[in-house]
């Protein structure tokens, strides 16, 4: 079956400090990769959409500038929360689909931050 | 505005009954999702609903989808403690025109308990 595979699967930093995660389709090439973050106890909330090769289209409330998100390639696509805070704090998940295929969820990033 | 509501949010079972889970839905669609998570795990896919009517059996559970009615139902036989867990519907947005923006919606989450 297809694969995602997110990494790291737990990072804990400073505030102030920006953190990289990564999301790979590892058997099939991914046109559209999706981020969301969970909040304890909460569902999840889509944060963006991203395509190969083109820019993210965000979600009404989701900052641009402080999550930046990156798709060069049909398998990588990149969230880079910049100067996180406290409130970022949070499991963010991504998943990948192909044209054929339901979205398929790599294992999730909690993000601790200090 | 696509909006999806499960219920019940909280379901505490006894071991061996049986019970439903219900997600509505606001608009038109016809591919809808559940999944399976477990605490501080990403979500395990259980269900894929396509088409009106469609129903799919795994185990001890059972997901239906009845488009026209926008509701989806995930029914447990004999619950056993294993089944322990949150479960999440999704709906996927369509336009007037059936195609698939690709963005799914989730439901609030139910988290299910079942004890002896």
């Known amino acids: 079956g297809a694969v995602v595979s997110q990494h790291p699967s737990w990072v804990i930093c400073k505030s102030g400090t920006s953190v990289k995660i990564e999301c790979r389709s590892l058997d099939f090439q991914a046109t559209t990769m999706f981020w969301y973050r969970q909040f304890p106890k909460q569902s999840l909330m889509l944060m963006a959409t991203?395509?190969?090769?083109?820019?993210?289209?965000?979600e009404q409330g989701v900052e641009k500038d402080k999550f930046l998100i990156n798709h060069a390639s049909l398998t990588l696509s990149t969230l880079t929360v910049t100067s996180a805070h406290p409130e970022d704090s949070s499991f963010y998940i991504c998943?990948?689909?192909?044209?054929?295929?339901?979205?398929?969820f790599g294992d999730g990033t909690r993000l601790s931050i200090l | 505005e696509l909006k999806v509501e499960q219920n019940p949010l909280f379901l505490s079972m006894q071991e061996g009954k049986n019970y439903t889970i219900y997600c509505n839905y606001s608009t038109t669609s016809d591919r809808l999702y559940w999944y399976r998570q477990d605490p501080g795990k990403s979500l395990e896919s259980l269900f894929v609903l396509l088409s009106n009517g469609a129903v799919k059996q795994e185990g001890r559970l059972m997901a239906s989808l009845d488009t026209k009615a926008r509701l989806s139902t995930l029914h447990i036989t004999a619950a056993v403690h294993d089944l322990s867990a949150t479960y999440f519907c999704?709906?996927?947005?369509?336009?007037?025109?059936?195609?698939?923006?690709?963005?799914?919606?989730f439901g609030q989450g139910t988290i299910l308990t079942v004890h002896p």
């Open positions: 991203s395509n190969e090769g083109s820019k993210a289209t965000y």
């Open positions: 999704a709906v996927e947005g369509v336009n007037a025109g059936g195609t698939s923006y690709g963005k799914l919606t």
């Open positions: 998943s990948a689909r192909d044209l054929r295929q339901p979205q398929h």
